[in-house]
């Protein structure tokens, strides 16, 4: 079935250590992108890719890096410098490459820092 | 700049009670769209609606219904005789034509209670 995946469903990183969450998409979709949610707030937007070796900054992009070497995987890494990690991260893909189309989301990341 | 409210944090009701959610904007942009995505507990967004700011038909889509209004700025999300697997979190979104990135709303937890 297509869809996205998000690995793991449950993370925990002690402070101080950079954490790798992952995202792969079947869905031959070009834009993918990265949304941080916290409680009782809507969805933030951390980095977005509308094409393969190439991404932007979004809103909350301080302590976040990605990558995008293959269409189909977007993996957000959580480093040391971001403050406030604790959140549930969310993947999503679009066909087109702006946000105007739908978008398809995985079934997210908790992080618990410790 | 552009905002998106959703006024409703919570709203509980018993089954088979019609319930609205109510969804305000903000844009100076004449070329916009909105969504609606739901959340349910387990986590993944999942899509419901796409209006384009040249469309202010009213949409229905078996129980679910919207009204999009640009005089009030609202776009509006209505249950009919709701049922206990409509319990989620939904969300309100905007994004302008150009833009690269969602607007979302805080989100609306709907608790349909048998």
């Known amino acids: 079935d297509g869809g996205i995946t998000q690995s793991p469903k449950y993370l925990f990183r002690k402070e101080g250590q950079n954490v790798t969450l992952s995202c792969e998409q079947n869905?031959?979709?070009?834009?993918m992108y990265w949304y941080r949610q916290d409680p009782g707030q809507g969805l933030r937007l951390i980095y977005y890719s509308q094409i393969v070796n190439d991404f932007q900054k979004g809103d909350i992009a301080e302590g976040y890096s990605v990558s995008r070497e293959k269409k189909e995987s977007f993996p957000l890494t959580v480093t040391s410098a971001q403050k406030n990690p604790t959140a549930f991260y969310l993947c999503?893909?679009?066909?087109?490459?702006?946000?105007?189309?739908?978008?398809?989301f995985g079934p997210g990341t908790r992080l618990t820092v410790l | 700049a552009q905002k998106v409210t959703q006024a409703q944090t919570e709203i509980s009701v018993v089954e088979k009670e019609d319930v609205t959610l109510d969804c305000v904007y903000e844009?100076?942009?004449?070329?916009?769209?909105l969504f609606w995505y739901k959340q349910p507990p387990s986590g993944e967004l999942v899509f419901l609606i796409r209006r384009n700011s040249f469309d202010e038909q009213n949409e229905i889509s078996g129980r679910y219904s919207w009204n999009f209004q640009k005089s009030t700025s609202s776009f509006n999300f209505t249950i009919t005789a709701s049922q206990v697997v409509d319990s989620a979190v939904y969300f309100c979104?905007?994004?302008?034509?150009?833009?690269?990135?969602?607007?979302f709303g805080q989100g609306t937890r709907l608790t349909i209670n048998p």
């Open positions: 869905l031959n979709h070009d834009a």
């Open positions: 844009t100076r942009d004449t070329t916009y769209y």
């Open positions: 979104a905007l994004v302008i034509q150009g833009a690269q990135k969602l607007v």
């Open positions: 999503a893909s679009s066909i087109a490459r702006g946000p105007r189309d739908e978008q398809f």
